[in-house]
């Protein structure tokens, strides 16, 4: 049986001046076989500065070419797992970040793109985030369907929130070549624990919990690239927020630059880092309530909770590594946190000299973060729902 399939249609509208132009893309497929038969649609749309328009392909307002919904062979396109925001004017110009965000309770898939806006909008940097999406193309916190990590390839610095991710092999080789090459990494928060994929059997020693006979990675990932693995719980979630303490030893360091009155709401871990050249920059005060003048809870020790290091795998370049075991959404409402996160880019990328105690870091677009927890992200959101600089983060459906 033949059956026709026609291909969506967007209108793109473009305001200059007092003028409203549009244009609207449609194609046409043909698809032969039974009622089973797995039918594809590609939707296309955003503003452009330079407006191309072919039957599966738009240039969207931050200047990506992009493709979103599904193939004709049943597969998503990469595009539809990424938004990139182009920066025009800045220190950053010619600097490409990477940002893979996929963890089931901190909202790092607000965190991350927030920063992205921030750092190509204020800086010019390039900046790509990438996203794990459920079965209908919808952002699904802590899934493991996430493709489209080819552009670290060109990558300069590859900033994590991820948490128990078992990514199909193509996409942990991304990831592997870009260790091995030495790339920057900066982890937040669940990344200590980034993968839990012991059953992969070409991957399995990236595991948070790896024992094998890899020696060099026992620890998983946590501890090769960013110093520890998971630990476990010291402050208590939505009752004990956490005020940053600079180490006096490494008050100085260009991180924590201009960083004043940072704080964060998630509650503490347990973290002892280890590694070549390892500095702590800040520990953890956990205070009894939710505010930063809040009292301390003086039986909790004062962990690690912000660090820098030199990681190496066995047969690769060595690669600077920033880890904070914070980062939740709200946690960079927090301008004293947000500044230092901003900073540890600057640093991950080499450009210390570009770190400016007063660098502007305000949200760029709508930032209204979603209270952390397992079950209450915002559901039925596409990455393309966030392109553009005035888009809101996270947008309520």
């Known amino acids: 049986m033949l059956e026709s399939l026609i291909y969506g249609y967007s209108f793109f509208v473009k305001n200059t001046r007092n003028a409203i ?3 609207v893309v449609v194609g046409v497929s043909v698809s032969c076989g039974n009622k089973d038969s797995k039918t594809s649609t590609i939707l296309v749309g955003g503003p452009s500065e330079q407006f191309m328009a072919q039957a599966d392909m738009l240039e969207l307002d931050n200047g990506r070419l992009a493709m ?27 600097k490409h970040i990477v940002f893979i965000a996929t963890d089931h309770e901190y909202r790092g898939e607000e965190t991350l793109p927030a920063l992205a806006k921030i750092l190509a909008k204020r800086y010019g940097f390039r900046c790509t985030v990438v996203w794990a999406l459920d079965d209908n193309g919808n952002i699904l916190p802590g899934g493991s369907d996430l493709k489209g990590l080819d552009v670290l390839k060109g990558a300069d610095l590859m900033v994590m929130f991820m948490r128990f991710a078992n990514f199909e092999d193509s996409q942990m080789q991304h990831i592997d070549d ?7 990494v900066i982890g937040l928060r669940t990344s200590t624990h980034a993968f839990k994929n012991a059953d992969n059997p070409s991957w399995k020693h990236y595991d948070y919990k ?20 998971w630990v476990g719980h010291y402050g208590k ?36 880092p280890q590694g070549k050249d390892l500095k702590i920059l800040a520990r953890g005060r956990v205070l009894n309530g939710m505010t930063p003048d809040a009292a301390p809870d003086t039986s909790k020790e004062e962990l690690p909770v912000a660090w820098v290091r030199t990681y190496q795998l066995e047969s690769g370049k060595p690669g600077r590594a920033f880890t904070t075991t914070h980062g939740a959404s709200e946690d960079i409402l927090s301008e004293g946190f947000r500044r230092m996160l901003i900073n540890a880019c600057f640093w991950g990328l080499e450009m210390e000299q570009e770190i400016k105690a007063d660098n502007p870091i305000e949200f760029v677009g709508g930032y209204e973060p979603t209270t952390f927890n397992f079950e209450g992200y915002q559901k039925n959101v596409k990455p393309s729902d966030l392109k553009g600089w005035e888009s809101v983060i996270m947008p309520r459906k």
């Open 210 to 229: 790896y024992g094998g006979e890899k020696e060099a990675w026992h620890g998983g990932f946590g501890e090769v690239v960013l110093g520890e693995t």
């Open 178 to 184: 870009y260790l091995n090459r030495g790339g920057a």
């Open 68 to 94: 979103t919904g599904e193939d004709i062979n049943g597969e998503r396109s990469a595009d539809e797992y990424r938004i990139t925001y182009n920066g025009i004017e800045g220190p950053g110009k010619g």
């Open 21 to 23: 132009w549009s244009m």
């Open 237 to 272: 979630n939505h009752q004990q927020a956490s005020k940053l303490i600079m180490e006096e030893e490494n008050k100085e360091h260009p991180i924590m630059r201009g960083v004043q009155n940072a704080w964060a709401q998630c509650g503490g871990y347990n973290a002892y």
